[in-house]
């Protein structure tokens, strides 16, 4: 169900990063992608989705040429995925952590098989032989979750829970997302292997964090994502 080639010259890319608490790497990470998209051929827009921070993040990503949103408390990635979409004027979007784990500079390499038909690109720390610095504990977590989808889809997939991804716009407004917090990555994977989109991994490096450890609850959100799956499968 390929949705055809967006026509490269006239595509506005935009680039969704939802932030809590990340006061230390925010600036690091908006500066690199400034970089980045400025030498890329398209025009572009950059959407910084403050969840609700208690640290000075939104400060922080203020003082760059960006468009900052707010949910004012913390309500989930989720959330703050699904109100950046919906102020993104692009046509292909693009989503990346504000932790600095994901690199700016591999953004073309996800936009790039948009441009060749496919409906959504995503980033997968587990092609390849780039750099990984995901615990073991949450390489087993992915394996699992990977697992059960490849036996309800019938599609292969490595990381089912990546941040890290390229999307069509039409085709994200056709995936209906309704998730709050951590489970948006299982319901995008979900949903965009279901329904027989053009859905494409390529391989990408995961840095280590360099200031805190992942905000993902082990069992509240493995719990959520289970029903994420479940919920995804068998509705439309």
Do not use: W
């Amino acid at each position: 169900m390929g949705e055809g080639r967006v026509p490269v010259e006239h595509s506005v890319i935009s680039v969704v990063i939802p932030a809590y608490n990340e006061e230390k790497t925010i600036g690091e990470v908006l500066s690199k992608t400034i970089q980045v998209m400025e030498n890329f051929r398209n025009p572009y827009e950059i959407i910084v989705v403050d969840d609700g921070s208690t640290d000075k993040t939104r400060e922080a990503a203020s003082s760059y040429k960006v468009t900052v949103l707010s949910n004012g408390t913390n309500k989930g990635k989720g959330y703050a995925l699904r109100k950046g979409f919906k102020h993104a004027r692009g046509q292909i979007i693009v989503t990346l952590d504000a932790d600095g784990s994901h690199d700016p500079k591999e953004i073309p390499k996800l936009i790039e098989p948009l441009y060749n038909g496919a409906d959504i690109a995503a980033g997968s720390r587990f092609l390849g032989n780039g750099k990984n610095s995901t615990t073991k504990l949450n390489r087993l977590g992915n394996k699992i979750i990977n697992a059960i989808i490849m036996t309800l889809t019938g599609r292969y997939v490595t990381d089912s829970q990546t941040g890290f991804r390229a999307i069509k716009r039409e085709v994200l407004k056709r995936l209906n997302l309704n998730s709050e917090r951590y489970e948006i990555e299982t319901e995008l994977t979900v949903k965009g292997l279901k329904n027989g989109f053009r859905y494409v991994e390529v391989p990408i490096d995961c840095k280590k964090r360099r200031y805190h450890y992942s905000k993902l609850r082990l069992i509240s959100d493995s719990a959520k994502i289970l029903e994420t799956i479940l919920r995804a499968k068998f509705t439309k």
